[in-house]
C-alpha cells in the first residue's frame, strides 16, 4: 500500500535524523564537558605551580609602600615566565591598580591587550578565592588566560593576571584522547540504535498493521451503515452509491486535498442517518408530505448530526449531514446558511444529490435525461447551488453519470469500496 509505504519510508527518515541528532547532542556534551575539565585541571595545576613560586619568592611578605616594590614585582613576574612558560604578566594591587606589566621577550604587546581588555574587563576581577581562566586559540597555539586572587593568609593582598602558552603536547594529548572519545561516543550510538531498531521497527510495523486493520473495520461499518440507512427508505442502496460517487469525483475535478474528500466520502455515506428517528408514517408515505410532516422530515439532519457529532472518526462528516439541505441563496434548512458560509462538502454534496434524485427513476416520476437535468440544474445556480461548483460538475457531468449510473449495485459497491481504499489507506 502506498500510504503504509510512505510512513514506512517517514519511519526510517526519522529514526536515522534521530540517532545523528542524539550523537550530536552527545558529542557537543561531551566536547563541552572535556574541554571545560580540560581548562580546569589545566589552570589548577599552573595556578597551584604560581601559587608555589609566589610563596618562594616571597611575594606574600612584600610591602606595598616599599619603594622597591616595582622591581621586586618585575622580577617575581620574569620568574614566572620563564619558569612557568608565561608570555604575559600583569600584578595589581587590591585596588586593581597595574602595578607591573612584563611580557616574554620576543612577543607583542598584543596578547596583554587581548587579555586586559576582552578578559579582565569582561570577567571582573574575582570577589574570592575564585579563579577566573579561559582558553583560547591563536595563531595556532592554545592559550590559557588566568586571574589569580593573591592572599596572605585571609587578607587580600592583590591580583595576579596572565598568560601561559600551554605546550603543544599536551594539547596534542588532550585531541587525541578528546577525538578517541567521541568516536566511541559514535560508535556506541550507533551500535545502540542498530541493536534497537528491529525492535523498534518491528512493534512500528505492527501498530501500523492494527491502524489499518482498524480503518479497514471503520471503513467497512461506515459502508454497512450507509447501506442500513438507504434501505430504511428505498428499496436499494444504488441512491447512496451513486451519490458518493457523484460527490467524490466532483471533490477529485475541483482538485480538493485527500482531508476533505475523506470528509465528502464520510457524509455522503451517512447523509440521511437521521432518518433512522423519523416514523415509517411519514418516511414511507406514499403520497406528498403535509406541512406538519415535511418540518418533521427536517429534523432529520438534527437527529442525524446527533448520531455522529460523538465519534471521533465520523466527526468530520458532519457538515455534510448537517448542512447538505442548505442553499446557496440562504433559503434552505436548517440554518438557512448562504454562500461561502455552507461548508464546501455540504455544496458538492447537494449538486450530487439533487442530481442522481433527478436522472433516477422513483415511485412518482420517470427518470430525466442527464441533459434536461443539467438544464434544470442551471437554473439553480446561484440559488439552489453554488455556482463555481455547479460549473465543474457540469463539465463532467455526463462522464460521471455514464460511470455509475446503469452499474449493478454490487459493482456499484465495488467501486465506492476502491475510492474509499484510496482515500483512506494509501
Same mark, same amino acid.
Not at 22 to 39: D, G
Not at 86 to 100: A, Y
Not at 284 to 295: A, C, M, Q, R, S
Given at each position: 500500500?502506498?500510504?503504509?509505504?510512505?510512513?514506512?519510508?517517514?519511519?526510517?527518515?526519522?529514526?536515522?535524523?534521530?540517532?545523528?541528532?542524539?550523537?550530536?547532542?552527545?558529542?557537543?556534551?561531551?566536547?563541552?564537558?572535556?574541554?571545560?575539565?580540560?581548562?580546569?585541571?589545566?589552570?589548577?595545576?599552573?595556578?597551584?605551580?604560581?601559587?608555589?613560586?609566589?610563596?618562594?619568592?616571597?611575594?606574600?611578605?612584600?610591602?606595598?609602600?616599599?619603594?622597591?616594590?616595582?622591581?621586586?614585582?618585575?622580577?617575581?613576574?620574569?620568574?614566572?615566565?620563564?619558569?612557568?612558560?608565561?608570555?604575559?604578566?600583569?600584578?595589581?594591587?587590591?585596588?586593581?591598580?597595574?602595578?607591573?606589566?612584563?611580557?616574554?621577550?620576543?612577543?607583542?604587546?598584543?596578547?596583554?591587550?587581548?587579555?586586559?581588555?576582552?578578559?579582565?574587563?569582561?570577567?571582573?576581577?574575582?570577589?574570592?578565592?575564585?579563579?577566573?581562566?579561559?582558553?583560547?586559540?591563536?595563531?595556532?597555539?592554545?592559550?590559557?588566560?588566568?586571574?589569580?586572587?593573591?592572599?596572605?593568609?585571609?587578607?587580600?593582598?592583590?591580583?595576579?593576571?596572565?598568560?601561559?602558552?600551554?605546550?603543544?603536547?599536551?594539547?596534542?594529548?588532550?585531541?587525541?584522547?578528546?577525538?578517541?572519545?567521541?568516536?566511541?561516543?559514535?560508535?556506541?550510538?550507533?551500535?545502540?540504535?542498530?541493536?534497537?531498531?528491529?525492535?523498534?521497527?518491528?512493534?512500528?510495523?505492527?501498530?501500523?498493521?492494527?491502524?489499518?486493520?482498524?480503518?479497514?473495520?471503520?471503513?467497512?461499518?461506515?459502508?454497512?451503515?450507509?447501506?442500513?440507512?438507504?434501505?430504511?427508505?428505498?428499496?436499494?442502496?444504488?441512491?447512496?452509491?451513486?451519490?458518493?460517487?457523484?460527490? &467524490? /469525483?466532483? @471533490? *477529485?475535478? #475541483?482538485?480538493?486535498?485527500? !482531508?476533505?474528500?475523506?470528509?465528502? %466520502?464520510?457524509?455522503?455515506?451517512?447523509?440521511?442517518?437521521?432518518?433512522?428517528?423519523?416514523?415509517?408514517?411519514?418516511?414511507?408515505?406514499?403520497?406528498?408530505?403535509?406541512?406538519?410532516?415535511?418540518?418533521?422530515?427536517?429534523?432529520?439532519?438534527?437527529?442525524?448530526?446527533?448520531?455522529?457529532?460523538?465519534?471521533?472518526?465520523?466527526?468530520?462528516?458532519?457538515?455534510?449531514?448537517?448542512?447538505?439541505?442548505?442553499?446557496?441563496?440562504?433559503?434552505?434548512?436548517?440554518?438557512?446558511?448562504?454562500?461561502?458560509?455552507?461548508?464546501?462538502?455540504?455544496?458538492?454534496?447537494?449538486?450530487?444529490?439533487?442530481?442522481?434524485?433527478?436522472?433516477?427513476?422513483?415511485?412518482?416520476?420517470?427518470?430525466?435525461?442527464?441533459?434536461?437535468?443539467?438544464?434544470?440544474?442551471?437554473?439553480?445556480?446561484?440559488?439552489?447551488?453554488?455556482?463555481?461548483?455547479?460549473?465543474?460538475? &457540469? /463539465?463532467? @457531468? *455526463?462522464? #460521471?453519470?455514464?460511470?455509475? !449510473?446503469?452499474?449493478?449495485?454490487? %459493482?456499484?459497491?465495488?467501486?465506492?469500496?476502491?475510492?474509499?481504499?484510496?482515500?483512506?489507506?494509501?
Amino acid at each position: 500500500m502506498k500510504r503504509y509505504n510512505n510512513i514506512v519510508r517517514e519511519f526510517y527518515r526519522r529514526t536515522f535524523l534521530s540517532v545523528i541528532i542524539i550523537s550530536i547532542f552527545c558529542l557537543y556534551i561531551i566536547y563541552s564537558y572535556k574541554k571545560a575539565e580540560f581548562s580546569n585541571g589545566l589552570s589548577v595545576t599552573i595556578s597551584s605551580s604560581v601559587n608555589d613560586l609566589l610563596s618562594e619568592n616571597g611575594i606574600r611578605r612584600l610591602d606595598i609602600n616599599d619603594i622597591k616594590l616595582k622591581n621586586k614585582l618585575n622580577k617575581i613576574s620574569r620568574n614566572i615566565i620563564y619558569n612557568l612558560n608565561f608570555i604575559h604578566v600583569t600584578v595589581f594591587s587590591t585596588d586593581r591598580e597595574v602595578l607591573t606589566s612584563i611580557d616574554r621577550d620576543g612577543y607583542s604587546g598584543l596578547y596583554r591587550e587581548l587579555w586586559i581588555t576582552k578578559t579582565l574587563e569582561k570577567l571582573n576581577f574575582p570577589d574570592s578565592h575564585r579563579l577566573i581562566y579561559r582558553l583560547q586559540n591563536y595563531d595556532k597555539n592554545v592559550f590559557l588566560q588566568i586571574l589569580y586572587p593573591v592572599y596572605s593568609g585571609d587578607k587580600l593582598i592583590g591580583y595576579l593576571g596572565g598568560v601561559s602558552r600551554v605546550d603543544k603536547r599536551i594539547v596534542k594529548d588532550f585531541e587525541d584522547n578528546l577525538i578517541s572519545t567521541l568516536l566511541t561516543v559514535i560508535f556506541s550510538v550507533f551500535a545502540l540504535s542498530i541493536i534497537i531498531f528491529p525492535i523498534i521497527k518491528t512493534s512500528y510495523n505492527k501498530i501500523e498493521e492494527n491502524r489499518f486493520e482498524l480503518i479497514k473495520t471503520n471503513i467497512h461499518t461506515l459502508m454497512t451503515l450507509g447501506d442500513a440507512i438507504a434501505l430504511r427508505d428505498s428499496d436499494t442502496n444504488d441512491h447512496n452509491y451513486r451519490v458518493t460517487f457523484y460527490s &467524490i /469525483r466532483l @471533490a *477529485e475535478e #475541483m482538485g480538493l486535498k485527500k !482531508y476533505t474528500v475523506r470528509s465528502v %466520502i464520510k457524509g455522503a455515506l451517512l447523509h440521511d442517518i437521521g432518518k433512522i428517528g423519523i416514523s415509517d408514517t411519514i418516511l414511507l408515505k406514499d403520497g406528498p408530505l403535509n406541512y406538519e410532516e415535511y418540518e418533521t422530515m427536517k429534523d432529520h439532519v438534527i437527529l442525524g448530526a446527533s448520531l455522529v457529532a460523538d465519534s471521533p472518526w465520523l466527526e468530520n462528516g458532519l457538515d455534510v449531514i448537517r448542512y447538505h439541505h442548505e442553499k446557496f441563496d440562504g433559503t434552505g434548512y436548517i440554518r438557512g446558511l448562504a454562500g461561502e458560509d455552507i461548508p464546501i462538502t455540504a455544496r458538492i454534496f447537494s449538486i450530487a444529490d439533487v442530481f442522481d434524485a433527478l436522472t433516477s427513476k422513483r415511485p412518482y416520476k420517470e427518470p430525466l435525461g442527464v441533459i434536461k437535468t443539467i438544464k434544470i440544474m442551471n437554473q439553480g445556480s446561484g440559488l439552489h447551488f453554488d455556482p463555481k461548483i455547479l460549473d465543474v460538475f &457540469i /463539465r463532467n @457531468a *455526463e462522464k #460521471m453519470y455514464n460511470e455509475a !449510473y446503469n452499474l449493478s449495485t454490487d %459493482i456499484l459497491r465495488e467501486k465506492i469500496k476502491s475510492l474509499t481504499d484510496k482515500y483512506f489507506m494509501e
